[in-house]
């Protein structure tokens, strides 16, 4: 597949323009580096919760102090890994034109999200006054894959009719007759 001058591919799919993968570049990594900082920490606490190891109980927990505090700390989990379901697929630079690359595609997004979950609760192992959390990965997960759902299909589609428009239309090309040497060469006896 060739590049033309605005670092766009000429094959058959098209690709996100390169500055808009350079920017979810950057912006994928500045996430992650607010994400670590928040998540690894240290934090002075006067005693801290045993880890949770046993699904949906943490969940539980904080529905149990409260309706509004298990729904902030709900929607914390959903938010923290959530710009990962859009700025992974953008930085791999694929508009994935049929189904089945858009499903790879979330199942790579989703993947990755659930790595990065996981990466954070082992480092917080190591960290004094952060605890494990197993919900928190499944949280982190579910979060990478609604953003993914509810974004990334209407993005594409739209940088797919921008790329149309950018294109152009098809030129069309009138039909040729036949050239001035045709009946010259047609005279030339071939062998076979």
Do not use: C
Not at 35 to 54: E, K
Not at 87 to 110: F, H, K, V
Not at 122 to 147: E, H, K, R
């Amino acid at each position: 597949m060739q590049r033309n001058e605005a670092g766009e591919s000429t094959g058959t799919a098209p690709a996100v323009p390169v500055r808009l993968r350079l920017l979810a570049g950057v912006l994928l990594v500045a996430h992650l580096v607010v994400v670590g900082w928040l998540t690894l920490r240290p934090l002075d606490v006067p005693w801290a919760s045993a880890p949770n190891l046993a699904l949906l109980e943490g969940i539980g927990a904080d529905f149990a102090a409260g309706p509004l505090e298990g729904l902030r700390r709900l929607g914390e989990g959903l938010a923290l890994l959530a710009p990962l379901g859009v700025l992974l697929p953008l930085a791999s630079g694929r508009l994935a034109p049929s189904a089945l690359s858009a499903w790879s595609s979330l199942a790579r997004t989703a993947a990755a999200g659930a790595l990065v979950s996981v990466s954070i609760e082992m480092l917080q192992t190591a960290v004094p006054g952060q605890v494990v959390d197993v919900d928190s990965v499944l949280l982190n997960t579910l979060g990478v894959l609604l953003a993914h759902v509810a974004v990334v299909p209407a993005l594409r589609a739209r940088l797919r009719r921008s790329h149309a428009a950018y294109q152009g239309a098809t030129p069309k090309i009138t039909r040729v007759g036949l050239g001035p040497w045709t009946d010259v060469l047609s005279a030339v006896p071939r062998e076979y």
